[in-house]
C-alpha cells in the first residue's frame, strides 16, 4: 500500500507543479500589442525618419537614410514609400498602400501591401501597420505590429535627442518588444526638410 500512496502523491504534486508552471507563464505571457487611441491622417502623413527598427527581409539592404512617407489618396488610403541608401550609397525605394482596417476608426490600424493592387486578393498581401506610439505633437512615431515581429521608430527630423529615444526605448522594452535586436539608422543624406502634412496628393492606386 505504502509504494501505491506514495505513487498517488508524485502525481499530485506533478499536477500541482504543472498548474504552477502554466500560471506562471500565462502571468510572464507578453500582453496583447495596443495601437493609439487616435492618429489624425492630415498630421500623421509627410514624411519620417527612421531612427531604427527591428531587422527585416524587406529592407535587408538599407544601411544608412531610410525614410517613410505617407501621402494621403481620394480613396481614403496612403500611398507609402520607404527610402534608403544600401552600401553602395544607391537609393532603394519601396512603394506601398495601407487602407484602414475594417471596423476599426481611430486611424492607427493600417493594413500595408506592397504588391500590386491586382494582386490584394492574396490572404498575405495585407500586413497589419499599427502606430503603437505617437507624440502628441508628431514629433515622433513607432509602428509595429501584433506579433511584435516589425518595429520602426520614427521622428520628424533626422536625429531625435537621446533622452527622447531612451524613453521611448524603455516604454517599448516594459510592452515587451525586442529592442535588443533593434538597429539604429544613420540619417547622413543631405535631405530636404520633410514633406508636412498639409500637402496632399492627388494620385488614385
Not at 496612403?78 to 482596417?101: K, P
Request: aromatic content about 8%.
Amino acid at each position: 500500500m505504502i509504494p501505491q500512496a506514495a505513487s498517488v502523491l508524485y502525481k499530485i504534486a506533478g499536477a500541482a507543479i504543472a498548474t504552477a508552471l502554466i500560471a506562471v507563464g500565462m502571468a510572464t505571457a507578453s500582453p496583447p500589442v495596443q495601437s493609439v487611441e487616435q492618429v489624425d491622417p492630415e498630421r500623421y502623413a509627410g514624411t519620417w525618419f527612421e531612427v531604427a527598427r527591428l531587422p527585416n527581409s524587406l529592407q535587408s539592404r538599407c544601411v544608412a537614410d531610410a525614410t517613410t512617407t505617407y501621402r494621403p489618396l481620394m480613396d481614403g488610403s496612403m500611398r507609402v514609400i520607404q527610402r534608403c541608401r544600401d552600401q553602395d550609397s544607391r537609393w532603394f525605394v519601396t512603394t506601398g498602400r495601407a487602407v484602414a482596417t475594417g471596423g476599426d476608426p481611430s486611424g492607427a490600424r493600417l493594413k500595408l501591401s506592397y504588391l500590386p493592387a491586382w494582386l490584394d486578393w492574396l490572404p498575405s498581401a495585407k500586413g497589419d501597420h499599427w502606430v503603437v506610439m505617437l507624440d502628441g505633437d508628431y514629433r515622433y512615431a513607432v509602428v509595429s505590429e501584433p506579433n511584435r515581429e516589425h518595429l520602426w521608430i520614427l521622428s520628424r527630423t533626422p536625429e531625435i535627442d537621446a533622452a527622447t529615444y531612451e524613453q521611448i526605448v524603455m516604454r517599448l522594452r516594459m510592452a515587451r518588444f525586442p529592442v535588443d535586436q533593434l538597429i539604429q539608422t544613420p540619417q547622413r543624406a543631405l535631405l530636404q526638410p520633410p514633406v508636412m502634412s498639409h500637402q496632399r496628393t492627388n494620385l488614385m492606386v
